[in-house]
């Protein structure tokens, strides 16, 4: 089993349109997650920190549950400029190890 | 500019021969990172320093590969012997590690990436 996974894409959803994306960790030793958002032939970048209790961040709600160990993205209205890949990260074992799932891709048409 | 700095932007090399990728974090980060990354492929972790003390290097690191921090600054990564396989984006990353922060607050900065073509 990978370490983190992430649901496979990509996701085509048209203007204004929730989507969701969800991934797993294995290590339930792990206690901080992430995640980042990447454009086409860019580095990755921190989209949020997702924390115990849910955390959101004006279209965008990160959920956690450690009991499944289990992340999940939000996206509510989506513009054209969410199109990217997301990328979900969870740190191993306590430790500063950052581990990345293998990105989805959202594509969002007009 | 005061973000991460990676170089070489691009390097492309014959199967066999080093090559040497640096790293310039943000200046107060204490901690470095070093990842991978292929087309349509999430990064994939290779090592991370604390300071000038390497914690933890990929499996997957063959003893091609060694990286370096010696004064707790810069980074280095050098591939030693290229193959073909190694054809990638070399990302590294910063982040600033403190234990007063709650957990969440080890946020990455990446650098644009140094691509590596292997010919």
């Known amino acids: 089993r990978k370490e983190v996974e992430q649901d496979p894409g990509p996701f085509n959803v048209p203007e204004g349109a929730t989507v969701a994306f969800n991934c797993t960790y294995s290590n339930s030793a792990s206690q901080s997650f992430f995640w980042y958002r990447q454009d086409c032939r860019k580095e990755p970048k921190l989209l949020m920190s997702v924390y115990s209790s849910g955390n959101e961040d004006g279209r965008f709600t990160a959920q956690l549950n450690r009991a499944s160990q289990y992340i999940s993205l939000l996206i509510r209205d989506s513009k054209l400029s969410d199109s990217a890949t997301y990328l979900c990260v969870v740190n191993y074992n306590q430790g500063g190890k950052l581990i990345f799932g293998q990105g989805t891709e959202l594509s969002v048409k007009p | 500019d005061t973000g991460v700095s990676q170089d070489p932007r691009h390097k492309i090399t014959k199967r066999g021969q080093n090559v040497t990728f640096r790293c310039d974090p943000i200046s107060e980060h204490n901690r470095l990172y070093w990842y991978r990354q292929t087309l349509g492929q999430g990064p994939e972790f290779l090592t991370y320093f604390q300071n000038e003390a390497q914690l933890e290097k990929s499996r997957l690191l063959s003893d091609r590969f060694s990286a370096e921090r010696p004064k707790g600054s810069f980074s280095t990564l050098e591939i030693q012997r290229t193959e073909q396989g190694d054809s990638a984006m070399y990302l590294c990353?910063?982040?600033?590690?403190?234990?007063?922060?709650?957990?969440?607050?080890?946020?990455?900065?990446f650098g644009a990436g140094s691509r590596l073509t292997v010919l």
């Open positions: 990353a910063s982040s600033l590690d403190d234990p007063l922060l709650p957990t969440g607050s080890n946020v990455l900065t």
